[in-house]
């Protein structure tokens, strides 16, 4: 039988603004041309970075994870006290700096999540020089290589592997070494002084990309968020669950106790972002986590999706102006 060649991809359902060079969230970006030759600067530049900071090809290398993993062992469980999750407005590599500069012994406990994609390595990166999270994250740092490193995983649907409760669609990858060696996108990249420069460890999970959707109707039980939009399919609500348990495990047997998320698939992808936040909240409540973390971070470059967070968790360390429609710290 010959090829359906007609047969939708993913990336059909991207908005087009995309791919022509406007940014999803946070300042306008440089134009496109300029982030060509900001990437091929920050390709170039790698090894060099690498060696200066002594990570060298002798030291663990990502992994990449083609199932969910299992529970976490609460026999080696650190037994943090349960922190509050704090909602924060940036760019996810300035975050990432910050926090490591304001407490400088989470170094080595640090995990950030990069909202990757599952479709084509890096989200095609190296083609369209977007915008996205992890386009950012390729701009800034030295994560490329490290998810090129499984090129041949891509779509990783054809290396997934069915957990025992069926969920399916879970994989990762974690890369416990990632530079940080230049400023955001919206400051042209440019390159950090030498003592800013700065290792962390990356767990890439992939968000489902533009689900189908409705409009939440409101209850008596419900009133927050009437007139938003959820997930129409219960299999899909179940599908982020477990790509949130597959960041939680994944941080937490490699031994991270400090976290900095990100508002999985709530760009590119549309996935509602109330939902996913509640979503998020649900499972760190799982008696499973209990203990792992002693600090959690939610990085989001949008103003929206930010205000929306920061409702989810009233307890955060950081609020929404709304008058400003920006994230501040209190």
């Not at 490329?144 to 499984?150: D, I, K, M």
């Not at 002693?294 to 409702?311: H, L, N, P, S």
Request: hydrophobic letters at 35%.
């Amino acid at each position: 039988m010959a090829p359906n060649n007609n047969r939708p991809r993913v990336t059909n359902n991207l908005p087009a603004d995309r791919y022509q060079g406007r940014a999803s969230f946070g300042q306008e970006p440089p134009e496109k041309d300029k982030r060509v030759v900001t990437a091929e600067d920050t390709l170039a530049k790698v090894p060099e970075v690498l060696r200066a900071m002594q990570v060298t090809h002798t030291q663990p290398r990502s992994v990449f994870y083609s199932t969910q993993l299992p529970p976490l062992d609460a026999g080696i469980n650190p037994g943090h006290i349960r922190p509050n999750v704090k909602v924060l407005f940036g760019d996810t590599t300035v975050l990432a700096r910050q926090l490591l500069g304001d407490r400088p012994d989470y170094r080595g406990k640090l995990a950030v999540l990069n909202c990757a994609s599952d479709a084509e390595l890096a989200g095609r990166w190296r083609h369209r020089y977007g915008t996205t999270q992890e386009d950012a994250l390729c701009y800034s740092s030295t994560l490329w290589p490290e998810l090129n490193q499984f090129k041949d995983k891509y779509p990783w649907r054809k290396v997934l592997q069915r957990d025992a409760n069926n969920m399916g669609e879970c994989a990762g990858i974690f890369s416990p070494d990632v530079v940080i060696f230049k400023d955001e996108l919206a400051k042209d990249c440019e390159i950090l002084r030498r003592k800013d420069w700065t290792t962390i460890s990356m767990v890439s999970v992939a968000a489902l990309a533009c689900p189908p959707i409705v409009a939440v109707a409101q209850t008596s039980k419900r009133k927050e968020g009437a007139g938003e939009l959820q997930l129409k399919l219960e299999k899909d609500v179940r599908s982020i669950q477990e790509r949130w348990r597959m960041t939680l495990r994944m941080a937490g047997e490699h031994g991270k106790s400090v976290l900095l998320l990100a508002a999985l698939g709530c760009g590119v992808w549309k996935c509602p972002p109330r939902q996913v936040a509640e979503l998020l909240q649900e499972c760190l409540a799982e008696p499973e986590f209990e203990g792992w973390f002693e600090e959690i971070c939610v990085g989001i470059y949008d103003k929206e999706v930010c205000r929306t967070w920061a409702e989810v968790f009233p307890e955060t360390d950081s609020r929404v102006d709304v008058h400003q429609a920006k994230c501040v710290r209190s």
